[in-house]
């Protein structure tokens, strides 16, 4: 089993930063994929930011400029540094990770933390 371990959300006024991690820890391969994820209540999940391996990284539109997206691969830590944040970036956060638990697996399998909460007050 792969366990993903997040942690960094909290409230933060309008403007402030945050930054949160996530740790994938368990039996694996590699990770070709890791990303975040953010719902809020009455809003669709959206996807807010992917890294692959190689460190080719992919935001959302309402992020761009805003939040970097980076990962350590010898800890297999994904980390988003969360700049200028908003009212709208309010939401829970979830990461996830796109895993192959072997070398002879090549269809991965996707593994999510517990959530966070980010929290913008004005």
């Known amino acids: 089993q792969v366990q993903m371990l997040e942690s960094g959300g909290g409230l933060v006024q309008t403007g402030g930063t945050l930054r949160l991690s996530c740790a994938a820890s368990?039996?694996?391969?590699?990770?070709?994929?890791m990303g975040w994820y953010r719902q809020s209540p009455g809003k669709q999940r959206e996807l807010v930011a992917t890294i692959t391996g190689t460190r080719t990284t992919n935001y959302a539109d309402s992020v761009k400029g805003r939040f970097t997206i980076s990962r350590d691969n010898a800890k297999n830590t994904v980390f988003l540094q969360m700049n200028s944040l908003k009212s709208e970036d309010t939401a829970a956060y979830y990461c996830?990770?796109?895993?192959?638990?072997?070398?002879?697996?090549?269809?991965?399998?996707?593994?999510w933390g517990q959530g966070t909460q980010v929290t913008v007050s004005s």
């Open positions: 368990g039996s694996f391969y590699s990770i070709p994929l």
């Open positions: 996830y990770a796109e895993v192959r638990r072997s070398s002879y697996s090549y269809n991965p399998e996707t593994f």
